[in-house]
């Protein structure tokens, strides 16, 4: 009887982004009937968004399956549906754990126009890693011995630089540390921080990788979010529908004791709310999402959390002029061996935030095409420029580092996250001041547990933002997705369930 009164509950998702896409398939596949997603935009797939580029198709918002291996939920969907290219399938690139850093053959350009050998900044690349390694272990002690990442690199790199290089010529010291600075810009764009200076350091290590050599969607990453639909009834999601409100209780309430309230005043009673909202939405319009508002303990935890802005900027080319094995371009400027992440002058001199540029690959298919990369508030005021600007200083950028002051793009297209008023912005990170804790904030329902006469698990969370620890990824979002739809059936469906339905797939 409790089983057949929870199939029957109504549930609203908020968000068809892949974690409500997700949780509402898990929900459906085990049984429930009255499942419905509200999507705000026109679209389905959140910060998974393929786009077109001249006759390319490029990944304006997620772009690799990190980790692809058996352990990796998208990966084995992707395999499933028939995504991915032969190569991406083979074991050995399962089995390879790269901890997060590809290993791509490396191009670096000076902005004194000159292309620089590899071996000679090696030294400072190990460096480098060496200290994000170290940082990564500071989790487990549980003690913040600097203000942030960004103090703990700087200070660091600087003693090391001190103790290992003091016999060098001072310019190629001074290369070094500039080097270290792009490295820096490479850390804001990876954890999509305006500065390292915002990142915890005790925090840092919090995030997982797994093992496999990253990996791309032949034909688009909006290909699993297509399949995964085609696993819902017609009808489950109903797009161009924000919400303004989700009414719950915490003092008891009816038989459906939310109400979720749509900006066309359409009002939606439910048994439970899914909130799969980005966390740079919530940010911006926790006070008003909720009555009564969240708990004091969980506004702070949003707060504390980071959330920022990475950028991408694609530049075509008639032919390429970088190696033909290079799988990225580092743009290394030599006025900034003071180890700097970010500008000081951001209108003026934004452009010096993009760290460089991947470049897409293969070349057979996609011809000469580059991917720049750009964090913070200059990726922010990217976004206000013209594309005609964009393309000016863009073209400037890479005459003075490449020496050629013919060089120009066919084509440029850039990403506008933060303007997006449905993200505010591109991922998470752990924030100054964040610990594990503010992640388990992030995903506890409403209201909380032992809440006294109050109809239990009203509003649940999910999203990347709400998984302990693959945050900022696309597999984070479905798992936090199944992981709420698991946590209604455990409520109406205790251990020993029945046989789910069959999937389509």
Not at 6 to 32: E, R, W
Not at 388 to 413: A, D, K, S, Y
Request: proline share 6%; glycine share 10%.
């Amino acid at each position: 009887m409790a089983l057949r009164r929870g199939l029957d509950s109504q549930i609203v998702i908020i968000g068809s982004g892949i974690s409500g896409i997700a949780a509402a398939q898990k929900l459906v596949k085990y049984g429930f009937h009255n499942v419905r997603i509200l999507e705000a935009t026109a679209r389905s797939g959140g910060r998974i968004k393929t786009g077109k580029f001249g006759n390319n198709v490029i990944e304006i918002g997620a772009n690799w399956i990190h980790g692809p291996s058996e352990e990796n939920p998208v990966f084995c969907l992707a395999r499933d549906y028939g995504l991915l290219e032969p190569e991406a399938l083979l074991p050995e690139n399962q089995t390879v754990d790269i901890e997060g850093h590809p290993p791509w053959v490396s191009n670096w350009f000076s902005s004194s126009g000159t292309k620089l050998k590899t071996e000679d900044l090696n030294p400072a690349l190990e460096l480098f890693g060496e200290i994000l390694q170290e940082a990564g272990q500071f989790v487990s002690k549980g003690v913040e011995t600097h203000a942030s990442m960004g103090d703990f690199i700087r200070t660091e790199a600087r003693l090391r630089a001190e103790q290992q290089w003091q016999a060098l010529a001072p310019r190629t010291r001074a290369r070094r540390m500039c080097l270290i600075s792009n490295l820096l810009k490479v850390e804001c764009s990876v954890n999509g921080s305006h500065s390292m200076d915002q990142v915890s350091l005790a925090a840092f290590g919090l995030y997982k990788t797994l093992p496999g050599l990253d990996c791309t969607f032949t034909h688009g990453y909006e290909g699993v979010v297509k399949h995964l639909l085609a696993e819902l009834p017609g009808g489950s999601v109903t797009y161009r529908r924000p919400v303004s409100c989700v009414r719950w209780s915490n003092t008891g309430g009816g038989d459906q004791p939310v109400t979720v309230e749509t900006e066309d005043g359409e009002r939606v009673s439910a048994d439970h709310v899914i909130v799969t909202v980005p966390l740079g939405y919530l940010k911006r319009h926790h006070a008003t999402l909720f009555s009564p508002p969240l708990p004091l303990h969980k506004q702070h935890s949003v707060q504390r959390m980071g959330f920022g802005t990475n950028n991408k900027i694609f530049v075509e080319f008639d032919s390429p002029w970088w190696d033909a094995d290079c799988g990225v371009i580092h743009l290394l400027w030599e006025d900034e061996e003071d180890l700097v992440d970010q500008v000081a002058d951001v209108k003026r001199s934004w452009i010096k935030k993009l760290f460089g540029f991947t470049v897409v690959t293969p070349a057979e298919r996609y011809g000469h095409v580059l991917c720049g990369w750009i964090a913070g508030h200059e990726a922010e005021h990217m976004e206000t420029l013209t594309e005609e600007e964009v393309t000016r200083e863009v073209t400037q950028l890479i005459r003075t580092f490449t020496g050629n002051p013919i060089v120009t793009p066919r084509r440029v297209l850039r990403s506008q996250w933060f303007q997006d008023p449905w993200t505010c912005g591109s991922y998470t990170y752990p924030g100054r001041g964040c610990s594990a804790q503010d992640l388990a904030n992030l995903m506890e329902p409403l209201p909380a547990e032992g809440a006294a006469q109050s109809p239990p698990l009203q509003v649940l969370f999910a999203g990347e933002a709400t998984h302990h620890c693959f945050y900022s990824t696309v597999h984070g979002a479905l798992l936090s997705g199944w992981r709420e739809a698991d946590r209604l059936i455990a409520h109406y469906c205790p251990p020993g369930p029945p046989q789910p339905r069959r999937s389509k797939l």
